[in-house]
């Protein structure tokens, strides 16, 4: 057998393992679409903090960023309310929320191109810019692709049990996340 065919023997071999592994990836993704609770104040510790579906999404960790971010202009809306500020949470908000648990500090209000507290509304501005014209989604998801191809190589995992988007206590289930090493 020549080396040529050998080659294409092995890709094809592997093909089908790696890419079933990329469809478990976009089904896990797919199904933000069902959460219909998103973690907030949790005072019964992380086991009962949000749905399911969305912590196993953060579990993929960096597997994970590639299809939330493709997430990122879906406005298919979800059951999960959004606590305070009302209405729903669409998918791209959930796989933002998901994408803010496996990398914090990631400049959300800089990516939008809205100041944090635009007519003395605080977070809600990131609710108000996003719901007033798809555009902004659209925007925002360039953005956001952008800023993780410019510093995805940047990024340092980071052991603890902080967590991004909720008053959570217990144990992170990825028990850690990346951020931008500030070396």
Not at 70 to 75: C, G, I, V
Not at 151 to 161: G, Q
């Given at each position: 057998m020549n080396r040529y065919l050998k080659i294409v023997l092995l890709t094809l071999s592997i093909?089908?393992?790696s890419s079933f592994s990329q469809n478990e990836i976009k089904e896990k993704i797919d199904s933000l679409l069902y959460?219909?609770?998103?973690?907030?104040?949790?005072?019964?510790?992380?086991?009962?903090?949000?749905?399911?579906?969305?912590?196993?999404?953060?579990?993929?960790?960096e597997k994970a960023i590639?299809?939330?971010?493709?997430?990122?202009?879906?406005?298919t809306k979800t059951k999960a309310e959004v606590v305070l500020f009302g209405k729903n949470y669409s998918v791209a908000d959930i796989a933002y929320v998901a994408l803010e648990e496996i990398i914090h500090g990631i400049p959300t209000f800089e990516l939008l191109g809205t100041e944090f507290d635009q007519d003395d509304c605080g977070y809600c501005e990131y609710w108000n810019f996003l719901r007033k014209d798809y555009q902004n989604r659209l925007n925002f998801k360039v953005a956001v692709k952008n800023w993780y191809n410019k510093?995805?190589?940047?990024?340092?995992?980071?052991?603890?049990?902080e967590f991004s988007s909720c008053d959570c206590r217990g144990k992170h289930p990825n028990e850690g996340h990346y951020e931008i090493n500030k070396k």
């Open positions: 093909l089908p393992i959460v219909e609770k998103m973690p907030y104040i949790c005072e019964e510790g992380f086991t009962k903090c949000g749905d399911e579906l969305f912590w196993n999404t953060v579990k993929l960790k590639p299809f939330l971010i493709e997430k990122l202009n879906d406005s510093n995805k190589s940047k990024l340092v995992w980071i052991s603890n049990n």
